[in-house]
C-alpha cells in the first residue's frame, strides 16, 4: 500500500538559506499534519491542514509558511534558517481518522 | 528492525471504568518509550515518556504507563476514563542507534461511553 513520502529525505543548508519540505500524502488522504523533532527532542506539532485549507496552528515560527495544494501534497517552506532549525520534519496524513507518518526529512542547518 | 505494535485498533470502556491502550516494541538498544494522544482534526499532543527510571511513569491528563522490559511492553492506563479522553492515542520508540529516529505505532482509537 501507499504510504507517505516526504522530499527530499535530507538536505543541509547554510543559516539564512531557505529549504522547501515537500509531503504527499497517502492518496485520497485530505488532511496533512506537520511536526519537528530537534535532536532529543520529543516531535513539536507545527501545522495542519484540512481540504487545502490551514485547520490548525501549533509552534510554527513565522519564518516558516507552509501550504496544501489542490493535489493534497503540502509544502513547508522555511526561510532565514537558523542553525536550531535542525531537525527531523515529519509529515502525515489522514482522512478521518488514523494518521499515518512519513519517514520525515532531516534538515542540517550549518 | 526497529517497531512499535498497537495490537488493538479501538478500545470500548465505560465511563468511570479503568482503561488500558497496548503497546509492544522492538529495538535494538534501550528503548525510549512515548505515548501521544490526537484529538479530531488536531495534530499529535505529548502524554507522557519513558527514558530510564521507574517503570511506571506518570503523565498528563491522569494518564500512566507501564514500562515492562521482559515482556517489551508499554501499556497506557487510566484508572477511570473519562468521556472526553476519547480520541486517537500513539505509541511512540526512539533508536538512537545509528542517529535517532522515532517509530510511531498505528494508533488506537479510544471511545469512551458516558
Known amino acids: 500500500a501507499a504510504g507517505v513520502i516526504q522530499s527530499p529525505r535530507h538536505l543541509i543548508k547554510e543559516k539564512r538559506e531557505t529549504a522547501t519540505l515537500k509531503c504527499y500524502p497517502i492518496?485520497?488522504?485530505?488532511?496533512v499534519y506537520w511536526y519537528q523533532q530537534g535532536p532529543g527532542q520529543d516531535p513539536q506539532f507545527l501545522i495542519s491542514f484540512y481540504e487545502k485549507m490551514q485547520s490548525d496552528k501549533g509552534s510554527i515560527p513565522d519564518r516558516f509558511s507552509a501550504q496544501q495544494f489542490s493535489d493534497y501534497h503540502s509544502e513547508l517552506n522555511m526561510s532565514s534558517l537558523e542553525l536550531g532549525d535542525s531537525a527531523l520534519y515529519f509529515c502525515?496524513?489522514?482522512?478521518?481518522?488514523?494518521?499515518?507518518f512519513g519517514p520525515g526529512t532531516r534538515l542540517t542547518v550549518t | 528492525a526497529q517497531s512499535v505494535a498497537q495490537p488493538e485498533d479501538q478500545v470500548n470502556v465505560a465511563e468511570g471504568n479503568p482503561l488500558t491502550v497496548k503497546c509492544t516494541y522492538s529495538v535494538s538498544g534501550n528503548p525510549y518509550l512515548f505515548w501521544y494522544v490526537q484529538y479530531p482534526n488536531r495534530g499529535l499532543q505529548f502524554l507522557l515518556k519513558?527514558?530510564?527510571?521507574?517503570?511506571l511513569v506518570k503523565g498528563s491528563y491522569g494518564f500512566e504507563a507501564e514500562f515492562n522490559k521482559s515482556q517489551t511492553s508499554f501499556h497506557l492506563k487510566k484508572p477511570s476514563a473519562l468521556v472526553s479522553d476519547s480520541a486517537l492515542y500513539f505509541c511512540?520508540?526512539?533508536?538512537?542507534?545509528?542517529?535517532?529516529?522515532?517509530?510511531f505505532g498505528a494508533g488506537t482509537r479510544l471511545f469512551v461511553k458516558a
Open positions: 502525515a496524513s489522514s482522512l478521518g481518522s488514523g494518521q499515518y
Open positions: 511512540a520508540v526512539r533508536d538512537y542507534t545509528g542517529g535517532f529516529k522515532t517509530i
Open positions: 519513558y527514558i530510564t527510571g521507574d517503570n
Open positions: 492518496p485520497r488522504h485530505d488532511t
